[in-house]
């Protein structure tokens, strides 16, 4: 049997229940890399009860043990990193050094959730009676399922296992079927590491497996991250056991360029958002509200730095800016979104075609004569696209950034104080970026508003997602 035909449960690689697979490929060339199982209800079932069986054992080890497990993890990932990065790039198509910054982050992220494990706290609150005390304890909450999407993929398990498991939940992971291989790879790694079984489990599949997994009675958190309509269906599975969700969806970027942005750090940053992973990032700038003033040099400057973009395969080009898109289904929406603005009155200053090259490539595009009613300005693109609307003031560009269904990150590019802490009250989004490209940090707080999800992820407040509360009255004489 091929070492990717099983899952990965209470500590051991096991054969799927189900006979079902699913065909893996290279975004790159198209090429079928391996087959995976499509894991179905009884593999779900048996991976949920190895999480359940282990937890309470977990939850009892002081969190500083918890944490040395999530750390001697992380070390491990890095010794192999040039392997890891390969395969990510191999099965998603990140360019090389992107997929090495992945796995990095992953394990300095994993390094940052352990440090959490002394600093978790409850709190005393004072009582209305004589001689009791209320204690606010925080506790895990149980069996975790997290839920993966292809983008990050290696760094998402480690954004939802890392609080879990130091937390004190156990988890089942279930990988996205787009990229499966890079969580087998994860998974030897920490196999290696000496984890009690059940603690961390693997299931791969795609709608069928995370269907049962977010409809499990065994899950107390189904962690998130993917499509909104997903997460609509997630949360509708989940409310028949009122499981807790956290869903971290789509976004919709708003960038507000003023007249007096710094042209240069403003061209680069909206570049990099559409560039970075192919532009295939949740919380990167997908539409821009330019000022009349700089409208004109700023479409020069991002269409000069687009039409220069190196893109190819990246395990045969090492100097590339990006690599393909993940699969036909995002070739076929970028595509469609960019024909539909051209109809619509639209200019194409660079690109605005699907590119003559093997994988799902499609040009770097910049659009110009942007309006409020196209597709390509309120629908996700998830590709290296960037259209721009020009405004003529701040207070516009506000009404129209907020006027949207997604809430996830915003950002602003101006030298005026004033004008930039405007923005920052007046953008009803989960992070707001000020000069600067739109990525998080892993101690702030990642969460949208309204469609864009519910709950958040990374720092304290991501940490505590993944607890909840008991509070102990004790009454003494
Ligand atoms: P997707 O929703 O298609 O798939 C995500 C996961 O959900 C996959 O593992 C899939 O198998 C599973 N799934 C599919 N149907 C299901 C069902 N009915 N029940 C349970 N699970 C089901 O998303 P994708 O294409 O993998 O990811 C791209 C999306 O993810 C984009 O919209 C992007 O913005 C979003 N994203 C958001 C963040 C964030 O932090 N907000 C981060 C990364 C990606």
Same mark, same amino acid.
Request: aromatic share 6%; charged share 20%.
């Given at each position: 049997?091929?070492?990717?035909?099983?899952?990965y449960?209470?500590?051991?690689?096991?054969s799927?229940?189900?006979?079902?697979?699913l065909?893996?490929?290279?975004?790159s060339?198209r090429?079928f890399i391996?087959?995976?199982?499509?894991s =179905?209800?009884d593999?779900?079932?048996?991976?949920?009860?190895?999480?359940? #069986?282990?937890?309470?054992?977990?939850?009892?080890?002081?969190?500083?043990?918890?944490?040395? %497990?999530?750390?001697?993890?992380?070390?491990?990932l890095?010794? +192999?990193?040039?392997? $890891?990065?390969?395969r990510?790039s191999?099965?998603?198509?990140k360019?090389?050094?992107?997929?090495e910054?992945?796995?990095?982050?992953t394990?300095?992220?994993?390094?940052?959730m352990?440090?959490?494990?002394?600093?978790?706290?409850?709190?005393?609150?004072?009582?209305?009676?004589p001689?009791?005390?209320?204690?606010? !304890?925080?506790?895990?909450?149980?069996?975790?399922a997290?839920?993966?999407?292809?983008?990050?993929? %290696?760094?998402?398990?480690?954004?939802?296992m890392?609080?879990?498991?130091? #937390?004190g =939940?156990?988890?089942?992971?279930?990988?996205s079927?787009?990229t499966?291989?890079?969580?087998?790879?994860f998974?030897?790694?920490?196999h290696?590491?000496?984890?009690?079984?059940?603690?961390f489990?693997?299931?791969?599949?795609?709608?069928?497996?995370?269907?049962?997994l977010?409809? +499990?009675?065994?899950?107390?958190?189904?962690? %998130?991250?993917?499509?909104?309509?997903?997460?609509?269906?997630?949360?509708?599975?989940?409310?028949?056991?009122?499981?807790?969700v956290?869903l971290?969806l789509?976004g919709?970027a708003?960038?507000?360029v003023l007249?007096?942005?710094?042209?240069?750090?403003?061209?680069?940053?909206?570049?990099?958002?559409?560039?970075?992973?192919?532009?295939?990032?949740?919380?990167?700038?997908?539409?821009?509200y330019?000022?009349r003033?700089i409208?004109?040099?700023?479409?020069d400057?991002?269409?000069?730095?687009?039409?220069?973009?190196?893109?190819?395969?990246? $395990?045969?080009?090492?100097?590339? +800016? *990006?690599?393909?898109l993940?699969?036909?289904?995002?070739?076929?929406?970028v595509?469609?979104?960019?024909?539909?603005a051209?109809?619509?009155?639209?200019?194409?200053?660079?690109?605005?075609?699907?590119?003559?090259?093997?994988g %799902?490539?499609?040009?770097?595009t910049? $659009?110009?004569?942007?309006?409020?009613?196209?597709?390509? *300005?309120t629908k996700?693109?998830?590709?290296?696209?960037?259209?721009?609307r020009?405004?003529?003031?701040?207070?516009?560009?506000?009404?129209?950034?907020?006027d949207?269904?997604?809430?996830?990150?915003?950002?602003?590019?101006?030298?005026?104080? =004033? #004008?930039?802490?405007?923005?920052a009250?007046e953008?009803?989004?989960?992070?707001?970026?000020?000069?600067?490209?739109?990525?998080?940090?892993?101690?702030?707080f !990642?969460?949208g508003?309204?469609?864009?999800?519910?709950?958040? #992820?990374?720092?304290? !407040?991501?940490?505590?997602e993944?607890?909840?509360?008991?509070?102990?009255?004790l009454?003494?004489?």
């Open positions: 049997m091929d070492k990717f035909e099983r899952n449960i209470n500590g051991e690689w096991v799927p229940s189900s006979t079902a697979t065909q893996v490929h290279n975004p060339t090429e391996a087959s995976v199982p499509d =179905n209800a593999d779900v079932d048996r991976a949920v009860a190895a999480a359940r #069986a282990a937890q309470p054992a977990w939850e009892r080890l002081p969190a500083i043990q918890r944490a040395g %497990f999530i750390r001697t993890v992380a070390q491990k890095r010794e +192999h990193k040039t392997r $890891l990065a390969r990510i191999l099965e998603q198509g360019i090389l050094p992107l997929a910054v992945e796995i990095d982050f394990a300095n992220y994993m390094d940052y352990a440090e959490w494990a002394r600093r978790i706290e409850g709190e005393i609150l004072n009582s209305d009676r001689g009791e005390t209320i204690y606010l !304890h925080r506790r895990p909450i149980g069996v975790v997290g839920i993966l999407p292809w983008n990050f993929p %290696f760094f998402l398990i480690a954004r939802k890392a609080p879990a498991l130091v #937390a =939940n156990t988890i089942v992971i279930k990988s079927e787009e499966p291989l890079n969580a087998f790879d998974t030897e790694l920490l290696e590491c000496g984890l009690p079984a059940g603690v489990n693997l299931v791969t599949g795609g709608r069928t497996t995370g269907a049962a977010s409809a +499990h009675k065994d899950v107390g958190l189904i962690s %998130f991250t993917g499509h909104v309509g997903t997460g609509m269906k997630i949360m509708e599975a989940a409310s028949k056991n009122l499981t807790r956290n971290e789509g919709k708003p960038a507000i007249d007096d942005c710094d042209l240069e750090l403003t061209a680069n940053a909206l570049f990099n958002s559409r560039v970075l992973n192919t532009g295939q990032v949740c919380n990167a700038a997908e539409r821009v330019v000022q003033g409208a004109d040099r700023l479409a400057r991002v269409t000069r730095l687009m039409a220069e973009t190196q893109y190819g395969n990246p $395990l045969t080009d090492p100097n590339l +800016h *990006m690599g393909p993940m699969n036909q289904a995002g070739l076929d929406k595509a469609a979104l960019v024909e539909s051209k109809a619509q009155g639209a200019q194409v200053r660079t690109g605005g075609r699907v590119a003559d090259r093997p %799902f490539h499609y040009e770097p910049v $659009l110009v004569g942007c309006t409020d009613g196209m597709d390509v *300005m996700e693109i998830f590709g290296p696209v960037l259209p721009l020009v405004v003529d003031s701040l207070d516009e560009a506000l009404a129209l950034a907020n949207s269904e997604y809430g996830l990150t915003s950002s602003v590019f101006t030298q005026n104080l =004033n #004008a930039a802490m405007k923005a009250r953008l009803r989004f989960g992070e707001t970026y000020i000069n600067r490209e739109h990525f998080e940090a892993m101690q702030g !990642h969460a508003r309204r469609k864009s999800g519910i709950g958040g #992820a990374d720092g304290k !407040h991501g940490l505590y993944y607890m909840e509360t008991q509070v102990v009255y009454q003494t004489p």
